[in-house]
RNA sequence: GCCCCGAUAGUAUAGUCCGGCCUAGAAUGCUGGCCUGUCGAGCCAGCGACCCGGGUUCAAAUCCCGGUCGGGGCGCCA
């Protein structure tokens, strides 16, 4: 049994006459003397309680003199229809109660439009995420999310559970963070990437994993955080990595169609105009990339893998001749890639090794896996990585792995890119970087 | 980890280059008052700040050094 019969969003002026029972906080006090205006916000929209000054209890008079912004409270009234209103419609109270008021002035104002830099925003997290703009950042993800996993349901995808806690380093490359595991040293994952392959090679072979990776890298950029999280999916039995290719393009094109669908009046609050991507995504490949790059006059080093700036230079390829945000890179040279990569056969310098691209943006990167047992070993040689270190997952592969790949997509970034943020912090309840582990 | 930049009321800022005219300014917020249709309400009055440590100087918000924190770029990557 709720305290309120009616969240705000969902009082119209056809309800004109009924009788509501709204909670929620004060969001603005307007005193005009005579007459007092009440917005009161909830999860989902405000609406103004009005008090004017002889038509409403002696009572409410009193009680509401006291009021402040942030109080927590609820109102008992009836719903008027008055095309002066905000949409229509305001309460005309009978009852208010507050549950509970501030102890202190706020430190940010949560309805006052003067700008607060991000890092106050972020110590003030929680009062941050009170204003309608903020929260509808998070109303979206969540559907992206939604989106995301309904197609992915429908594909046949099962959702996995893969460890945070690892006992052995599983890429190398970036670092791990170190945690004590009773009298053991173990590992935060960087990614569930590997344990994924073995679930795969297990015989669940579509799944997908929802969760957090860790870095434990100085990174001071507004596009890495210690802590975030990815739609990881992996499957088996493909023909190559375009399999996974055209998933990953559904998926998120199914992630956007649900937020444009279900979250108009949070697009609208940030200003934003949402259009579907079209498929499938275009492709650039290895070693063409080399070409496209020189002719925007960057020299990459054939084999050598491409960096920041020629990813702004892709992008801004990909929209002038394909006039898309989304792409593909393939092919990427093995050197730069992860062991466990395919190769392609035919020329193994190549991988089949796959990263998507959004408005310039790494977003996931993937590819089809190498699971022919001799080959992995041979790349782990090739990688100068110990045999030992890897056995636990490398053992695995000597009883009959089909072909798999996958990917994994940061929720973060693609939420960041698809609404313009300047910062992944913006796109995180409570981002972990190097500097900020509070709140 | 490397490079560049910054830190002034609760918030966001002006002032810093060229030290004194700063008793640090306007906004917003907060407190009090006026106001019967506001919707970033309005009007009047008040409250409130130079990141920390050291140095230079007759004099430091302002110049120098160190620290902490923040912003950005690179690397790493989701």
Redesign the pocket.
């Known amino acids: 049994m709720s305290l309120r019969t009616h969240y705000t969003s969902e009082i119209k002026p056809e309800d004109n006459g009924k009788e509501v029972i709204i909670a929620g906080w004060i969001h603005?006090i307007?005193?005009?003397?005579?007459?007092r205006?009440l917005i009161i916000r909830d999860m989902k929209d405000t609406i103004?309680v009005?008090i004017?000054?002889?038509e409403v209890p002696q009572d409410l008079l009193e009680i509401t003199e006291k009021l402040?912004?942030e109080c927590v409270v609820t109102v008992k009234g009836i719903v008027k229809a008055?095309r002066?209103?905000?949409k229509g419609r305001?309460i005309i109270p009978k009852e208010i109660k507050v549950l509970d008021k501030p102890v202190e002035?706020l430190?940010?104002?949560i309805?006052?439009?003067?700008?607060?830099?991000?890092?106050?925003r972020l110590n003030y997290r929680v009062l941050d995420l009170r204003r309608p703009e903020v929260l509808a950042i998070f109303k979206i993800q969540s559907k992206l999310v939604e989106g995301m996993e309904e197609y992915l349901i429908e594909q046949k995808f099962y959702k996995v559970f893969t460890p945070c806690i690892i006992g052995a380093a599983s890429e190398g490359?970036?670092e791990v963070f170190p945690v004590i595991y009773f009298n053991r040293s173990a590992f935060l994952r960087q990614?569930p990437q590997l344990h994924r392959q073995l679930v795969v090679i297990s015989g669940l072979d579509r799944i997908y994993d929802l969760g957090p990776?860790w870095?434990a890298?100085?990174?001071?950029?507004?596009?890495?955080?210690?802590e975030?999280r990815?739609c990881a999916v992996e499957m088996g039995f493909i023909k190559d990595e375009y399999d996974i290719m055209r998933v990953q393009e559904n998926l998120i094109v199914r992630g956007i169609m649900k937020v444009k669908k279900e979250c108009g009046e949070e697009l609208e609050l940030l200003n934003k105009k949402l259009e579907v991507p079209s498929t499938p995504f275009p492709e650039l490949r290895f070693p063409d990339v080399y070409d496209i790059l020189e002719a925007y006059g960057k020299k990459i080093p054939f084999g050598e893998?491409y960096?920041?700036?020629s990813?702004l230079i892709l992008a801004k390829y990909v929209k002038e001749k394909y006039k898309s945000d989304f792409f593909f890179v393939n092919r990427f040279p093995f050197k730069?890639k992860p062991f466990y990569v395919m190769k392609v056969d035919e020329d193994p310098q190549w991988a089949r090794s796959v990263?998507l691209i959004y408005k310039g943006l790494?977003?996931?990167?993937g590819g089809q896996r190498e699971h022919r047992y001799e080959k992995i070993i041979e790349q782990i040689k090739e990688k100068g990585i110990s045999l030992l270190s890897l056995q636990w997952f490398t053992d695995f592969f000597k009883y009959g792995a089909p072909p798999h790949g996958g990917f994994?997509?940061?929720i973060?970034?693609l939420t960041m890119q698809l609404l313009d943020l300047?910062?992944?912090?913006e796109a995180t309840l409570f981002p972990r970087?190097p500097?900020?582990l509070l709140p």
């Open positions: 603005r307007r005193d005009l003397g005579g007459v205006f103004q009005t004017k000054k002889g402040r912004e008055n002066i209103a905000p305001e002035n430190p940010i104002s309805s006052s439009k003067t700008e607060i830099g991000l890092d106050t490359g970036s990614d990776s870095r890298e100085l990174s001071h950029t507004p596009r890495h955080l210690c975030h990815g893998d960096d920041r700036e990813e730069v990263d790494e977003l996931s990167s994994n997509i940061g973060e970034r300047s910062n992944i912090r970087t500097e900020r």
